[in-house]
Each structure stands twice: as structure tokens, then as C-alpha cells.
């Protein structure tokens, strides 16, 4: 990972990584502690070549044969130092460049505000570049089949995430029952910093960055054959609204006790709250087994406990009753229907 940072290649840093562990070393007695990674010794030659063009290494005086690692904290403080001052550097022309972009955009015609993305991998490309690009927020809408990158390979979102990025995910409630979209993965992702919710029907695949681009798919058939990328114009506010119109009637998965209410929190377990949580999505109790991996038998046992704890005689009952009594937290919405 520092060597990352650095510049340095994953042999460099293993090299860097051994030789500071030695009061010196020859080419011979490098390459003996390199063995085990399958380094051979003209490898290292060349290894510990790079190192002392790095700065990292010097021979011994008086022995030419023998070299010796540099201290960390001035050798690669030097290099951090370095690349620090090329973020800089690039900040500044970021800052440039976005600024002759803002005056250009202020002169295109009216048929200049979207751009046909064309091709699967164009496609995912730009998917990922976005979100990379991101700096405050990601709208997105889910909704299946899932064709450009799946949620566990989206490496990129990861990213934005960890760099502080907000994510607002509206996913379509059927991918749940489906499984493409599992309690386990919306609850990594709400720990991670991210609000997810879910809706009946989702209308389109979107996403929106930081509210200046949009992405969307080219049509609406399965096949990837490319997309738009819509720039801020009267489109992008009309996307923008309908983000908003469907994640304020969304619901919020409940995924454990910390989303219920202080009154009911003590009185049942984790597996309760995500059986709630489940049917107030709207999910049969045959979907909640599947997506708990548990019987069906389990869930109705559990599901008639819930009903006896809240005095009611059926499902929607229930519902009504979580969702109006103060045992969900607020942002949860009473729910449209509940599975049975």
C-alpha cells in the first residue's frame, strides 16, 4: 500500500522491505531473504539498481559490494514529499481546466447537453470514472437486470464511499426477492455510510453525480448497447426531481435493532427486526426465509410472536402497527403492503 502511494512497484517495496531489515547486504544476501517470494538474483541486481536510483539504498563505504538501506523516514519522507508537491500541482491545473470547461459549457447549443456513450465496456467506464470523480454525492436508482458492474464488484463506489462521498441507493424492492440484492449487502453498505432504500418500482437506471452529470442507460432493454451522459441543463433538473419524488416515497431496510424504536429495541433480537424490516418491504415470508437462510416455518413462528407482541391479528396489522407506534425510528413510512 505505501508503495503505492510512493510510486514504488509491489518487488521495490518487498526489496525496500527486507534490505531495512538487515544492517547491510550483498546482492547475494538480499537474494537469499528474496528466495522465498521467487526472486532470483539478477532480480535483485537489478532491484537494489532501482533502489539506489530511488534513494533508498547506498553502497556501504569502503565496500562497494554491500548496501544498506536508507532511513525510512527521510528516504521515503523525501518521496511523499514529492508526490505531495505533484497533488498539488494537479489541483491547480484541475482547478484550470474546470474552469475552461465551465466557460465552454456555458456556449453549447441546446443538442450539446448529452452525450451517447457507446459499448459495454465505454459504458462501464464511465460508470466507474464518475463515481471516482465524485466529491459530495451519488444518486442512484437500481433497478434489474443488473448489466454494467454488480454492487460486490463495484470497487469504485468503495472508494467514493471512503473518501466521504454521500450515497443516496434506491433500489427495486423485486431484487430482494430475487436475491440479487441481499440483507447482508444492504447492511455492509449502511454501516459503510451509505442510505439505502427501497421501492416498489424503480422507473429507470440513474445516477447522478454531485448534481452536474447523469448517467443513464441508452435503453431500456437489458442489453448494455450504451448510455446518455445528460450535463446540467432543464434534463438533468427533470432527473434530479424524479430522484427525489422516488426516494422520498422509498423505504429504509430495517436490518437490526438499531433501527427500531427504544420501547420494542429490549424485547426482541436482530432476527426479529430483520423479519420486520423484510415484510415491511413487502417480501411473502417464503422471501424472508430465503433471503435470511432460514425455514419457513422459523419466520412464521417468529412472525406470530411479533403479532402477539403488538396485540394485532394479522400481517398488515403488524405493519401498520411498527410503522405508526414508534417501533421503527423515523424515515421508516408506513408500508404500502406487507408479504405473507
Known sequence: MLGDVLGLTPDETLAYSELVAMPSATVADLAAALSSYGTSLGDTRRLLRQLEDHGLAARITGDAQRFAAAPP?????????????????????????????RVSAAGRGPTD????????????????????????????????????TSSQDNFAEDQAVARGVRYRVVVE?????????????????TDAGEDVRFAQRVPLKLMVVDRQLAL?????????????????????????????????????LLVGTSGLGEGVAHQVDDDDARILGL??????DQAVAKQLGTSLRTVQR?????????????????GWHAATQGWVRAGVPAPAAVGS
Not at 126 to 148: C, I, K, M, N, S
Not at 173 to 179: A, F, K, P, V, W
Not at 302 to 318: F, G, I, N, P, Y
Open 113 to 148: 447537453v448529452v452525450d451517447v456513450v457507446r459499448g459495454a465496456d465505454a459504458v462501464r467506464h464511465r460508470f466507474e470514472q464518475l463515481q471516482l470523480g465524485a466529491r459530495e454525492r451519488v444518486d442512484v436508482f437500481v433497478r434489474p437486470p443488473v448489466t454494467v
Open 216 to 252: 443513464l442507460p441508452l435503453t431500456s432493454s437489458g442489453d448494455v448497447v450504451g448510455a446518455l451522459l445528460v450535463r446540467e441543463s432543464a434534463l438533468l433538473d427533470a432527473l434530479l426531481a424524479l430522484f427525489e419524488i422516488v426516494w422520498e416515497q422509498a423505504t429504509p
Open 302 to 318: 417468529r412472525v406470530r410472536a411479533l403479532m402477539d407482541l403488538a396485540d394485532v391479528e394479522t400481517r398488515v396489522q403488524l
Open 279 to 284: 415484510m415491511l418491504a413487502g417480501l411473502t
Open 173 to 189: 424492492r423485486g431484487m430482494l426477492e430475487t436475491q440479487a440484492v441481499t440483507v447482508d449487502q444492504t447492511r455492509e453498505a
Open 73 to 101: 523516514a527521510i528516504a521515503l519522507g523525501a518521496l511523499l514529499a514529492r508526490r505531495q508537491n505533484e497533488v498539488r500541482h494537479a489541483e491547480v491545473e484541475l482547478s484550470r481546466l474546470e474552469e475552461v470547461y
